[in-house]
C-alpha cells in the first residue's frame, strides 16, 4: 500500500522521481486525491516551510521541493478534476504583481477543479490591467487573488480598485499566509480564506 508518509519525505528531500512513483502507485490502488494531497503532498511542503522560516534550510531546497510536489500534482490534479461532480462556477485564480509564489495558489485552482469549478489560472506576478484583462477574457463569477508577501498584499488593493474602475462584475476572494480576514474587510474583498479547502467553500458561498 502506498505509504503516504515517505510521500512527504520525498517531497521534503525533493526528492522527485520518489514523489511521482508514490504519487502513481496511490492513485492506482484507489486513495482519494485528496489524502494524497493532504496527507502526503501538503504534509511534505508545511514541513519544509517550517524548517525554510526556521532557517534550517534555504531556497534551493525549498526550491526542489516545491518542483518534486508539482511533479506529482500534476499526476493528481486529472484525478482531483474527476472527483468533482458537476460544475460549480468558473473562476479565474492568480497571484498578485511582484509576488512570484504559486504553491499555495495552485492548491486553491486544484482544489476547485476538484470541487466542480471551471478554472483559469491566471498565473504569477499578474498586473492590476492584467488581471483586468483576464478577468474580462474568462468572465469568471469569481476571482481568487493570492499574496504570500507582505509587501505584495497592496497588489491586493490595487488590483480590487482596477476591478471596480473595469466595471468587473465578479466576486473577489483574497488569501495567502499573511492575509487576513482584516485585511479582506479593509481593502474590499468579498470574501477571505485561509487554505484550499475553505477557499472552495468560500467560492460556492459566492455565487
Ligand atoms: Co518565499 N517567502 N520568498 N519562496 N516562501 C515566504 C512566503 C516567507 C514567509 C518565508 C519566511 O521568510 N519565513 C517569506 C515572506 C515574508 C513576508 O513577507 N512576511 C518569503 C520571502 C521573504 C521570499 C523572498 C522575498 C525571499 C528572497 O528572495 N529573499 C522571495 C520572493 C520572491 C517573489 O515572490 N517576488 C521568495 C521566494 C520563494 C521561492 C521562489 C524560493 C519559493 C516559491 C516557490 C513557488 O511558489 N513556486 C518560496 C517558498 C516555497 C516559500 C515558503 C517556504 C513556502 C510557501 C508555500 O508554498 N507554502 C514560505 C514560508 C512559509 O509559508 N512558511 C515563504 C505552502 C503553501 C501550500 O502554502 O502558499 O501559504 P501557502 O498557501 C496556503 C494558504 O496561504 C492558502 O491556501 C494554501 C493552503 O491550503 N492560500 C489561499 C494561498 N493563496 C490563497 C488564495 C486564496 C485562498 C487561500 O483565495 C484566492
Redesign the pocket.
Known amino acids: 500500500m502506498a505509504d503516504l508518509k515517505a510521500l512527504s519525505e520525498a517531497v521534503i528531500r525533493g526528492d522527485q522521481k520518489t514523489a511521482v512513483e508514490i504519487t502513481r502507485q496511490a492513485i492506482d490502488e484507489g486513495m482519494a486525491p485528496g489524502t494524497i494531497l493532504a496527507d502526503g503532498l501538503?504534509a511534505g511542503?508545511?514541513f519544509?516551510?517550517?524548517r525554510?522560516?526556521a532557517n534550517e534550510v534555504y531556497?534551493p531546497e525549498?526550491?526542489i521541493a516545491?518542483r518534486a510536489m508539482k511533479m506529482a500534482m500534476e499526476l493528481l490534479e486529472p484525478k482531483l478534476v474527476e472527483a468533482g461532480v458537476k460544475p460549480m462556477g468558473k473562476a479565474l485564480?492568480g497571484t498578485v504583481q511582484?509576488?512570484?509564489?504559486?504553491?499555495?495558489?495552485n492548491?486553491?485552482v486544484m482544489m476547485l477543479k476538484g470541487a466542480g469549478f471551471e478554472v483559469v489560472d491566471g498565473g504569477v506576478d499578474i498586473s492590476p490591467d492584467d488581471f483586468v484583462a483576464k478577468a474580462k477574457a474568462a468572465n469568471a463569477q469569481v476571482i481568487?487573488?493570492?499574496a504570500?508577501?507582505?509587501?505584495?498584499m497592496p497588489a491586493m488593493e490595487k488590483t480590487i480598485k482596477a476591478f471596480k474602475d473595469a466595471g468587473v462584475d465578479a466576486k473577489v476572494?483574497?488569501?495567502?499566509?499573511?492575509v487576513t480576514q482584516g485585511y479582506a474587510d479593509k481593502i474590499g474583498a468579498d470574501g477571505y480564506?485561509?487554505?484550499?479547502?475553505?477557499?472552495v467553500d468560500l467560492a460556492k458561498s459566492l455565487l
Open positions: 501538503i511542503m508545511n519544509i516551510g517550517v525554510f522560516k531556497i525549498v526550491l516545491a485564480i511582484g509576488d512570484l509564489h504559486d504553491i499555495g495558489k492548491l486553491v481568487g487573488l493570492s504570500l508577501l507582505t509587501t505584495t476572494m483574497i488569501g495567502g499566509a499573511p480564506a485561509a487554505d484550499a479547502a475553505s477557499a
